[in-house]
């Protein structure tokens, strides 16, 4: 009997060892559930970036190498699993990374975000990141985090 069926699996990558350790986890579920694996990165967006309108701009208006950044994040992890055999969509979202993956999360449906316990962050006094740490807290669906 099937308890639990993540259709959708989703992995937040920040181009971190730790992501890409939380990208191939993914991957291997999503192959063993035959899920669909988004690998999704969030950028920060600059200090005032949502201006006076209070609405976040579209991905275009990014600039060009902050886009190139989110990028190779995402080629890198893509470089770093094995995708044979899986549906795999990679995205970008802006925003604050923790609710711009719970929003992700809510609008594909997701079963499971994967995350790593840290991230590429440079606080070593943290046991948790505080992305991790929000999700663990927040998080629309299962959360699994990867040491
Ligand atoms: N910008 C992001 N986009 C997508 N996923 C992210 C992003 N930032 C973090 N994550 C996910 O969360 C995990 C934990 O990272 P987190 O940012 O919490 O730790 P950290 O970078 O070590 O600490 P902090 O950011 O608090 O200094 C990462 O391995 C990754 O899976
Ligand atoms: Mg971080």
Known sequence: MTVWDPV???VGV???EQSI???R???GLANTQGSRLHIVTVVRPPEGWWGVVGSPPPAEALSAS???AQRSV???TMAAIDAEG???VATEEIGDPASALSAYCEQVGAGLLIVGRRGAGVVERLVLGSVADRLAHH???ALMVVP
């Open 8 to 10: 959708q699996i989703v």
């Open 14 to 16: 920040d181009g971190s």
């Open 21 to 23: 350790r939380a990208a």
């Open 25 to 27: 986890v993914a991957a």
């Open 66 to 68: 902050m886009e190139r």
């Open 74 to 76: 995402l080629d890198k």
């Open 86 to 88: 899986i549906d795999v």
């Open 139 to 141: 998080a629309p669906c």
